[in-house]
């Protein structure tokens, strides 16, 4: 007979072997959302790119004709493309991994500074130039009004980024460790422009006067029904609640 003594000691035994095999199968159904979330936001990004830039340059009637304008949703979708894989980059990190962390940073930094930066600039002033040449007004639909914004508060949040990440300029706000605590605004805050620019380019893309005038219905629905949703819960599935703890 088994002593209840010796019973329950053979549970204690047991358990912390229950608790990791119950921990490896979490974190093993946890890599396999990352994964099939990555493959859903990567599929995103080549649907609403490519059948932005198929509708630019394929449907529109005259796309070099109408230079300035087609220009736009080019450079603001690889903006957006850009903005996506640079949280996407981010996204997966542990404190426990600071080598990883790092590169992902690295990564992260690389694709605002040389191409979601320079590609809003070029595509919004490209935008800007166009209406002007005409003599038509600016920021007269809801699209331009949300886009005017979300790239105002896009600079915002790529200038304190860069602010809380860079040597010389943290010390503004009182060094290292004082910076790092602002690093929870600054992601909190890239979950509000993301899906800013993400709701603008889907008024322009799938709204406009031009978007009914001049794309296909299923490009358009391809490029802002699908692919923009798609992105939407690709980055979704990948967002670790415990990063975004403000106390
Ligand atoms: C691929 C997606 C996009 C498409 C298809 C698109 C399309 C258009 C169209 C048709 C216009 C002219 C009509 C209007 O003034 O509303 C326009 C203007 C404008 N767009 Fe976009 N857009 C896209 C993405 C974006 C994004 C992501 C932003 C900013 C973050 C943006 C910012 C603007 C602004 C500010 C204007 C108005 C410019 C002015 O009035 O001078 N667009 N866009």
Redesign the pocket.
């Known amino acids: 007979m088994v002593s209840s003594s010796s019973s329950s000691s053979r549970s204690e035994e047991s358990q912390p072997l229950l608790s990791s095999a119950s921990s490896v199968r979490s974190s093993e159904a946890r890599s396999k959302l990352d994964l099939l979330s990555s493959l859903l936001l990567l599929s995103g990004i080549v649907t609403f790119v490519g059948s ?1 830039l198929w509708i630019v340059w394929g449907e529109q009637k005259d796309p070099r004709g109408n230079l300035w304008f087609s220009l ?2 080019t450079f ?2 690889f ?2 493309a850009g903005v996506v894989l640079a949280i996407w980059a981010l996204q997966p990190t542990s404190t426990t991994a600071p080598k990883e962390k790092a590169q992902a940073f690295k990564a992260h930094r690389s694709l605002v500074l040389s191409l979601v930066l320079p590609s ?1 600039i070029l ?2 002033s490209a ?2 130039y166009n ?1 002007s040449s005409h003599g038509a007004k ?4 809801w ?2 009004i949300l ?2 914004t ?2 105002l508060y ?1 600079f915002v949040q790529s200038l304190f980024g860069l602010v809380v990440s860079t040597k010389p300029l943290y010390n503004v706000l009182g060094g290292k460790a004082k910076a790092k605590s602002f690093f929870k605004h600054h992601r909190a805050s890239g979950y509000v422009v993301l899906p800013l ?1 993400l709701f ?2 889907h008024l ?2 799938a709204h ?1 006067t ?2 009914l005038g001049s794309a296909g219905f299923g490009w358009r629905v391809a490029a802002y029904w699908v692919g923009l949703p798609m992105i939407v819960a690709g980055l979704a599935l990948r967002v670790r609640a415990g990063k975004m703890k403000f106390l």
């Open positions: 932005t736009h949703p603001q979708s903006a957006i809003i595509g919004s935008m800007y209406k600016h920021f007269t639909t699209h331009g886009g005017a979300t790239l896009l620019m603008t380019a322009g893309g406009s031009w978007a």
